[in-house]
């Protein structure tokens, strides 16, 4: 079956800290890959995604992912984070007859 | 201002009651979609509709209702409210299935 997963439920940092948070997806054909950020009491917004190309993308507010297709993983990393970056964020992928939400990794950003 | 809006921002109701939650986009989407948000689930696709009078279950739909008969308005009817129903309703809208959904604020619902 279809499936995204997100290992880490709940992420806390400090600071300057580097982030890397987890997603992978169980299908063998092709896919388009999404990372979500929702900050507390927000709607979901756009990070960033891949349909193809570069495998390592750059998104909005400093995150990028890389995707690697043989370990059917998009993960997304961050060198440097803030206290603002305290959110939930949520791994989509883009099946050929679905669109699937990892269970998300809640963020917290000690200052 | 053009975008995605959802009605009501917060509801609560009693169990057994018919609920409408309401959605409307500016873009002219040919896709929208019924997300709930829970504790541990992540979302999950309550209904979607690929064009007016065209719509689709998703991974739990058992005790709603929509439909399109306007490419903008997407309601979603709760026919009988349960507790199990309580939950933060979100929907969705793109141009393609393939491509990136914008997201609604919300609709926080509460079922006592």
């Known amino acids: 079956a279809q499936s995204v997963s997100q290992h880490n439920h709940h992420v806390i940092l400090s600071e300057a800290a580097s982030l890397e948070l987890g997603c992978n997806y169980s299908?063998?054909?092709?896919?388009?890959l999404f990372w979500y950020v929702q900050y507390p009491g927000q709607h979901l917004q756009l990070l960033l995604k891949?349909?193809?190309?570069?495998?390592l993308v750059k998104g909005i507010k400093g995150f990028e992912a890389e995707f690697i297709k043989s370990k059917f993983s998009f993960n997304l990393r961050k060198p440097s984070v803030q206290w603002s970056d305290t959110a939930e964020y949520f791994c989509?992928?883009?099946?050929?007859?679905?669109?699937?939400f990892g269970a998300g990794t809640r963020l917290t950003v000690k200052p | 201002d053009a975008g995605i809006t959802q009605s009501p921002r917060y509801k609560i109701t009693e169990t057994g009651r018919q609920v409408t939650l309401m959605c409307h986009q500016t873009?002219?989407?040919?896709?929208m979609f019924w997300y709930r948000q829970d504790l541990g689930h992540g979302l999950r696709l309550i209904y979607y509709?690929?064009?007016?009078?065209?719509?689709d279950k998703g991974e739990v739909p058992d005790g709603y209702v929509v439909s399109r008969s306007k490419t903008e308005n997407f309601p979603l009817t709760l026919e009988s409210a349960t507790r199990s129903q309580t939950s933060v309703y979100f929907c969705?809208?793109?141009?393609?299935?393939?491509?990136?959904?914008?997201f609604g604020s919300g609709t926080r619902l509460t079922v006592v």
């Open positions: 873009w002219s989407h040919s896709y």
């Open positions: 891949y349909f193809s190309g570069d495998p």
């Open positions: 989509a992928v883009i099946f050929p007859n679905d669109m699937r």
């Open positions: 509709s690929a064009a007016a009078d065209i719509t």
């Open positions: 969705a809208s793109s141009e393609d299935r393939g491509l990136g959904y914008t």
């Open positions: 299908y063998g054909g092709t896919v388009n």
